[in-house]
């Protein structure tokens, strides 16, 4: 089954910090608590990290675990970071990072997500006529909780 999600945090922080903790994947288990291991399979010979492959392992609120691989294709230093998924589901990532104007709370990140991929994991793909509600459930509370460790971990730096 295919999925598409569109994931937007307001990080209220200015945008160096914000990408230099999205382009350290290695470090997301620090602040996201959903994310249960970060391994580095291949490094980047390249100074952008184009070319790195890490194996990522997820556990939301449900019981189970999404684990696959992710390999960086394009970086646009300071706003937009793209890969390639293969594993437990297939697709494509995009953090997309901009600074957003002047807001009452100060400088704000805007963050985009874009997640587009389809599921490979046999049980999924026959429940999801009827648990996709739940799967998206599930995605939307990985994403918060990332939301809300990202905050954290800049704010107490």
């Known amino acids: ?12 922080a200015p945008l160096p910090p914000v990408w230099e ?13 959903s994310l249960e291991k970060a391994i580095l399979l291949e490094p980047s010979k390249r100074s952008d990290g184009v070319g790195a ?18 390999r960086v294709t394009k970086v646009n230093l300071f706003a937009r970071m793209e890969s390639q998924v293969t594993g ?7 953090w997309t990072l ?25 049980w999924m793909n026959l429940t999801a006529p009827l648990a996709w509600p739940l799967f998206r459930w599930n995605h939307d509370e990985v994403m918060r909780q990332g939301g809300e460790g990202l905050t954290r971990h800049l704010t107490q730096r």
Not at 1 to 12: E, G, L, N, V
Not at 53 to 70: A, V
Not at 88 to 94: F, L, Y
Request: charged fraction near 25%; glycine fraction near 6%; include cysteine.
């Open 1 to 12: 089954m295919h999925y598409s999600f569109a994931t937007i945090w307001r990080i209220p």
């Open 21 to 33: 903790a999205i382009f350290t994947v290695d470090q997301w288990p620090t602040w996201w608590k």
């Open 53 to 70: 492959l890490r194996r990522l392992t997820f556990k939301g609120r449900l019981l189970y675990r999404m684990t696959f691989e992710t």
């Open 88 to 94: 437990e589901c297939e697709g494509t990532g995009i």
């Open 98 to 122: 901009a600074l957003e104007k002047e807001s009452p709370q100060g400088r704000l990140t805007v963050v985009r997500y874009d997640w587009n991929v389809r599921t490979t994991k046999p």
